[in-house]
C-alpha cells in the first residue's frame, strides 16, 4: 500500500466529511475531537482515511473515530490505520477501546483486527443521538464496546 499516516493538530474540522462517516452527528464529534489525537491517511494526494484516539487514563486509549472514504473502503485501509494505531500507542497504552452499534460488519471488522467484547452501554444511541442511527438497515441503540490489548511484544 503506497500510503501515508499524518497526525494533524489544528484545523481539524477541516476532515468533517470524513468524520460524519463514521459518527453522523457533529455535536457527538466535538465531544472529543479537540481532546483527541487526529491521523489522517494519505493515498498519494488522496486523504483516504481518519482516526481520532484519546486519552482514557489508566493507560487505556479509545478509539474515537475510524473512517476510510467509501471509494477505498474494502482495500485494506481500515485495517492498516488500526495496525498503525496500535504500534504507535503501545508505547504509551496497554489497552485500545472502541464503542461502536451492533452492526454485523463493523463488530466483524473489529473482531478481525483482535478486537474482544468488553461491555454494552445500553441506549447510548437513544440518549445521546437526536436522531435515529441506522446502519446496515438496523436502529442501533446499545453502543457495544470492544478491547485490545496493546502489550507488543519488544524487537
Known sequence: MNMEITEIKTDKKEYLELLLLADEQESMIDRYLERG????????????????????????????NLAIAPSF?????????????????????????????????TVSF??????????????FFTLHYDHPIIEDGKVLTDMLYFQKNLDFPSS
Open 73 to 105: 473502503q474494502r482495500h485494506g485501509y481500515g485495517r492498516e490505520m488500526i495496525s498503525y494505531l496500535c504500534r504507535l500507542y503501545s508505547k504509551q497504552f496497554t489497552t485500545m477501546m472502541v464503542g461502536t452499534g451492533n452492526s454485523i460488519q
Open 37 to 64: 489525537t487526529m491521523h489522517v491517511m494519505h493515498h498519494g494526494t488522496d486523504t483516504i482515511g481518519i482516526a481520532v484516539v484519546t486519552d482514557e487514563g489508566n493507560k487505556v486509549c479509545e478509539l474515537k
Open 110 to 123: 473489529y473482531k478481525s483486527c483482535g478486537f474482544t467484547y468488553s461491555h454494552t452501554v445500553p441506549d
